[in-house]
């Protein structure tokens, strides 16, 4: 798709617990640009609860992925600027549906070019215990294990198209457990969380309005995934199978493709 018009939005970071403000506008540029820079410039971290956009003096851009998620699940890799104000992105309905809406409202359809791969690339944790690969193929495709206490195991094969992610995906919200919310909070974390844009996992799972799907805790995670594959600059061909990964596995993923030239 294409930008054609201009989008303000405001509200407070999910971490941050801070007023922020994100203006995404059309631009000439090839790239998508985020307060001046092409995503590919900039350095990542997923260890902090969710994806940091880190410029090269050290200071950076606090969770990016469902702003990001949103422009890569409908396929714009181009033509626009991100201005971010407040030092994170505003946490909004803690998915990407509100941001799609608003792309979609101010935007064309257009052809996408995509990244192929021609070997596996996979990135695990010492233990084994998580990783995510990354396997050639025709169209990008997900399949994704999670496992929670009290959610137990959940599994989803997803084969993306823009409308599969708008239907299927955008609206499942962030969630934290019950039992790390305080800790959370006392790193400068989760400050800016509620019920109105998390869930939260305990004996009781609390959800405003109820689950959108049994399984919207690893559609999030799917939806997590794609917007941190946005620092590829294109729609990437590839399965992805993921075993309880997280930002920090996407992100080496999305850098380990970009090594390769992929």
Request: with cysteine; hydrophobic share 35%; charged share 25%.
């Amino acid at each position: 798709m294409k930008l054609n018009g201009k989008i303000l939005l405001t509200g407070q970071g999910l971490h941050s617990g801070k007023e922020c403000s994100l203006t995404i506008e059309p631009c000439n540029s090839p790239e998508v640009l985020m307060n001046g820079l092409p995503l590919k410039d900039f350095a990542l971290n997923g260890t902090n609860r969710g994806s940091d956009y880190i410029f090269p003096d050290g200071t950076r851009i606090r969770t990016c992925e469902h702003v990001l998620s949103a422009l890569t699940g409908l396929e714009i890799f181009s033509g626009v600027k991100l201005t971010v104000e407040g030092g994170e992105m505003p946490a909004l309905d803690g998915c990407s549906r509100r941001v799609c809406d608003e792309i979609l409202a101010h935007s064309e359809k257009n052809e996408t070019e995509a990244l192929t791969i021609t070997e596996p690339v996979i990135i695990s944790t010492e233990d084994k215990k998580r990783f995510i690969a990354a396997f050639p193929s025709d169209d990008l495709h997900i399949s994704y294990v999670v496992e929670y206490k009290f959610v137990g195991t959940q599994v989803i094969d997803y084969t993306h198209s823009p409308e599969n992610y708008y239907h299927e995906i955008s609206q499942a919200r962030t969630f934290a457990m019950q039992a790390d919310i305080d800790y959370l909070r006392s790193h400068g974390m989760a400050l800016g969380g509620s019920l109105d844009n998390a869930i939260v996992i305990g004996e009781e799972i609390k959800a405003s309005g109820g689950l959108r799907w049994p399984d919207e805790f690893v559609r999030h995670k799917v939806l997590d995934l794609i917007g941190d594959l946005a620092s590829l600059g294109k729609k990437l061909n590839a399965h992805i199978i993921a075993l309880r990964a997280g930002h920090e596995l996407h992100l080496k993923l999305a850098e380990k493709l970009k090594s390769k030239g992929a």
